[in-house]
């Protein structure tokens, strides 16, 4: 079964600071893909990032960043410099590597940024 | 503007009623997903279809019921709606053999009065 935890509901942070969205997850494929998804205030859930199970590096994209642990089943997202535009909802997914299967879901991570 | 589009942006009707939820996917992708968001159960998948055919149902109520048409753009219908299925309904298309990303429309947004 797949199945992908963001135990952080809601995060809220000032401007300028670091913050890390955490996701674990659980599957039993030795291959699968991983995702974050941004669901800001307006409601469409904007893509990310993909990562492949079998590409362990880490990836920066201007003031985001993330690490992915496959030793501890781990795909934590980080933004650096937080800015107000970046409050919204965070969705960590997991897909198998195995035809067209869905997207699993974790419950998504709210972040407020204030000024 | 991720290429994927829905109709319509909002709805409201009554309990008993049926509605029909409108996508088109991106241009040359032959995959649409569907998938229901709503409080309490956060982002269910509900079903897919690939170039006409379903391929995989999720969690979808039999009251609900879905197609793909040559054209490729799809349809969900909801009959008989009830309280519990006011949601935002999403809609996502992908490539071909693409074992990657989902690219969501900005969903329709079903209240059930």
């Known amino acids: 079964a797949q199945k992908v935890t963001q135990a952080q509901t809601e995060i809220s942070v000032v401007e300028k600071e670091d913050v890390t969205l955490d996701c674990v997850y659980e599957?039993?494929?030795?291959?699968?893909?991983l995702f974050w998804y941004k669901q800001p205030p307006s409601g469409e859930l904007v893509f990310l990032i993909r990562?492949?199970?079998?590409?362990?590096q880490n990836e920066i994209s201007g003031r985001y960043s993330w690490n992915f642990q496959k030793s501890t089943s781990s795909f934590n997202f980080t933004i650096t410099a937080s800015q107000v535009v970046d409050s919204a909802v965070y969705f960590c997914?997991?897909?198998?590597?195995?035809?067209?299967?869905?997207?699993?879901f974790g419950t998504g991570t709210r972040l407020l940024v204030s000024p | 503007d991720s290429g994927v589009t829905q109709t319509p942006k909002h709805l409201i009707t009554a309990t008993g009623q049926r509605v029909t939820l409108r996508c088109s996917p991106r241009?040359?992708?032959?995959?649409v997903y569907w998938y229901q968001q709503s409080l309490d159960q956060g982002l269910q998948f509900l079903i897919h279809?690939?170039?006409?055919?379903?391929?995989a149902k999720g969690n979808i109520l039999e009251r609900f019921s879905a197609q793909q048409f040559p054209d490729l753009h799809s349809e969900l219908n909801l009959s008989s709606l009830e309280l519990g299925d006011s949601a935002l309904y999403f809609c996502?298309?992908?490539?071909?053999?693409?074992?990657?990303?989902?690219?969501f429309g900005e969903g329709s947004r079903l209240t059930v009065l």
């Open positions: 996502a298309s992908s490539a071909w053999g693409d074992t990657g990303e989902l690219f």
């Open positions: 599957t039993r494929d030795t291959t699968y893909y």
């Open positions: 990562r492949n199970s079998f590409d362990e």
């Open positions: 997914a997991l897909r198998p590597n195995t035809g067209f299967q869905k997207l699993v």
């Open positions: 241009s040359g992708d032959l995959s």
């Open positions: 279809y690939y170039n006409g055919e379903e391929r």
